[in-house]
C-alpha cells in the first residue's frame, strides 16, 4: 500500500527515472523522511534501498549528515532571528 503511494507520487512530480540513480534518490528520500518524522516512509525507502543490495551503514550514513546539516540550519535560523535587525543590514 505504501510503496504504491510512494510511487504514485513519484510519478505525479516526474521522478520515476531520477537522473542522479535510484539508489541516490532513495538514501534523498530517506534523510528527508527521517527530518520530517515520517517513520513509514523511513522504513519504505529503507526497504528499497535494502532490495537494490545498499548495506545499512550507508543509509545510516545519509540520515546522520542530514540530521546535522537539518540541526546547523535550526541554529543559524534561530541565531538570525535573535540579532538586531542593523546587524543583518
Known amino acids: 500500500m505504501l510503496a504504491d503511494v510512494k510511487h504514485d507520487l513519484c510519478e505525479q512530480l516526474g521522478i520515476i527515472d ?19 518524522g515520517c517513520g513509514a516512509c523511513v522504513d519504505s525507502h529503507e526497504k528499497t534501498l535494502r532490495e537494490k543490495g545498499v548495506r545499512k551503514e550507508p543509509i545510516l550514513a545519509a540520515v546522520r ?18 540579532m538586531p535587525a542593523a546587524i543583518l543590514v
Open 18 to 36: 531520477p537522473a542522479g540513480g535510484a539508489v541516490d534518490f532513495e538514501l534523498w528520500c530517506t534523510a528527508v523522511s527521517a527530518i520530517h
Open 65 to 82: 549528515i542530514a540530521s546535522v546539516i537539518h540541526g546547523l540550519a535550526s541554529v543559524m535560523e534561530a541565531e538570525k532571528a535573535s
